[in-house]
């Protein structure tokens, strides 16, 4: 059974550094093919996708909203993803999940359950 597990959420101050982590457990698949990303839900608004990074190249994407602020790295040997956040913006409050969707295979879809992240002063 494929479980991710978010982490390092919290509270933080606008113009602040956080960094979450993805755990991944159980996957059949070669972790190198699965697409990890990174998403993010506001209260009262749609999950929107703030960074991935592309299998074997890690070629990276972000929303233009978090550009030159967030970072998202995997490591191979351990199976995990990690989006350094920094900046912290107050409109950056949300649910933060973690997501990996096989490059190739259907149906090879996970999530988990989410870190809060808040920013306020």
């Known amino acids: 059974q494929v479980q991710l597990v978010e982490s390092g959420g919290g509270l933080m101050q606008p113009g602040g550094s956080l960094r979450l982590s993805c755990a991944t457990s159980?996957?059949?698949?070669?972790?190198?093919?699965?697409?990890m990303r990174w998403f993010r839900q506001a209260p009262g608004r749609e999950r929107e996708l703030v960074a991935s990074?592309?299998?074997?190249?890690?070629?990276?994407d972000y929303a233009d909203d978090v550009k030159g602020r967030f970072i998202i790295t995997r490591d191979r040997a351990r199976k995990t993803s990690a989006l350094q956040m920094t900046s912290l913006k107050v409109e950056d409050t949300g649910t933060y999940y973690c997501?990996?969707?096989?490059?190739?295979?259907?149906?090879?879809?996970?999530w988990g359950k989410g870190t809060l992240v808040t920013v306020s002063s």
């Open positions: 159980g996957m059949s698949a070669s972790f190198s093919n699965y697409i």
């Open positions: 990074i592309i299998t074997t190249a890690d070629t990276t």
């Open positions: 997501n990996a969707v096989h490059s190739t295979i259907r149906g090879l879809d996970f």
